[in-house]
């Protein structure tokens, strides 16, 4: 079983709506939670991060983070073709990053 | 937001020669610094983890004589990719952590470096 699973997708969403990305984590003592967008052929470019339960919110984005059902997601509000990449979860614990294999998201014009 | 530069962004090189790849925290200082290479459409592959003034740790599978790391200062860390062979041809990824701005110690990615063995 993989520390970090995320649905590789493709996602497609047509523009201006919600886009909800999730991804969930087997180690119960990870500590904290990060959300990467990666375009093609470029490196990870860190979106969010959460440690604690609930809603943490920045500009269009929203993380959410579950510890209970160790989840952890996503959400894109207002989605444009901009947005569309794809996009890593990952979960840290004792010095180590564990990545998700990403999701594919495609926002529809 | 915490800048992580990587140089060169793109080499080709022939078989049997060594390339030096750098990865540089530009406006923090980072004792931890992280290299990864990710092939196309695949996932990122950790290689090891760089700490300032100390060895490297390697993921299992990686060849420490073949992937040469030093982390001399708190703001440099090098991979050397010694005797490249075509299969070493890859997206090469350096990463650093920064404790300065939520104190979580957040993962910055450099750009990267598209190596090509010909």
């Known amino acids: 079983q993989k520390e970090v699973e995320q649905n590789s997708g493709p996602l497609s969403v047509p523009e201006g709506a919600i886009a909800s990305l999730n991804c969930t984590y087997s180690?119960?003592?990870?500590?904290?939670f990060f959300w990467y967008r990666q375009y093609s052929g470029k490196s990870p470019e860190l979106i969010m991060s959460i440690y604690s339960n609930g809603d943490k919110e920045d500009g269009r984005f929203t993380a959410q983070l579950n510890k209970a059902s160790q989840y952890v997601s996503l959400l894109i509000r207002d989605s444009q073709p901009s947005d569309s990449a794809t996009y890593l979860c990952?979960?840290?614990?004792?010095?180590?990053?564990?990545f998700g294999s990403g999701t594919k998201l495609n926002v529809k014009p | 937001g915490a800048v992580v530069s990587q140089h060169p962004s793109r080499v080709i090189c022939k078989s049997g020669t060594s390339v030096k790849i750098e990865c540089r925290s530009l406006?923090?200082?980072?004792?931890?610094m992280f290299w990864y290479r990710q092939f196309p459409k695949q996932s990122l592959m950790l290689m090891a983890t760089?700490?300032?003034?100390?060895?490297?740790?390697?993921e299992q599978g990686v060849e420490k004589d073949k992937f040469l790391i030093n982390h001399a200062s708190l703001t440099l860390s090098t991979l050397t990719v010694t005797s490249a062979h075509p299969e070493d041809s890859s997206f090469y990824i350096c990463s650093a952590r920064d404790f300065g701005r939520q104190g979580i110690g957040e993962q910055f990615f450099g750009p990267g470096t598209r190596l090509t063995v010909l």
């Open positions: 760089s700490n300032e003034g100390s060895k490297a740790t390697y």
């Open positions: 406006d923090f200082q980072a004792t931890t």
């Open positions: 990952a979960s840290y614990n004792f010095n180590k990053f564990y």
């Open positions: 180690d119960r003592g990870s500590q904290s």
